[in-house]
């Protein structure tokens, strides 16, 4: 496990059940990897928060998933939001960023249940258009999990105020 750095401004921290509540809420945010030639390679994606991990979805092949096979470490940023105030040179900004590890999930039971879980979220209560969508498309289709091993929620200073 690694020492990660601590949050430079801690006042403006959120709670881990802040931060939690950010993800279960949020729909989409940007996932970082090592990328090709030692770039950083960010990628905004859906996702599902589901008892302290993340999953996406993939295609079979690409940027992301190579990167993924070639690095598991990665990061990944929600922000929930971003309300800029140009009279004050500022936002009032809520955002997440995790640290973690992240996997292609091999296990077929494992990835039908995480694929269950991403089309309750976006598409609730819809058995026969998730059916659909496995018997088109199943085959073609990764899942990754993002193990967290450090999140972090911060908010403006002017929101820390506020409460």
């Known amino acids: 496990m690694t020492d990660f750095r601590p949050m430079r401004r801690k006042r403006q921290l959120l709670s881990e059940e802040e931060s939690v509540r950010i993800l279960h809420q949020s729909t989409s945010g940007v996932l970082c990897v090592l990328g090709d030639d030692g770039y950083p390679y960010g990628v905004p994606i859906s996702y599902v928060y589901h008892e302290g991990k993340l999953y996406f979805h993939s295609a079979l092949q690409g940027h992301k998933v190579d990167a993924v096979r070639n690095c ?92």
Request: net charge negative; proline share 2%.
């Open 72 to 163: 598991d470490k990665s990061t990944f940023t929600v922000i929930s939001m971003d309300d800029v105030k140009p009279e004050k040179f500022t936002t009032y900004f809520r955002s997440v960023i995790c640290f973690g590890r992240v996997h292609i999930i091999t296990d077929e039971t494992e990835k039908m249940t995480v694929l269950r879980l991403l089309a309750e979220r976006y598409n609730p209560d819809d058995e026969a258009g998730l059916q659909l969508e496995i018997s088109k498309g199943y085959s073609h289709l990764l899942m990754i999990q993002f193990d967290i091993e450090q999140m972090t929620g911060k908010q403006s200073i002017e929101l820390m105020k506020k409460e």
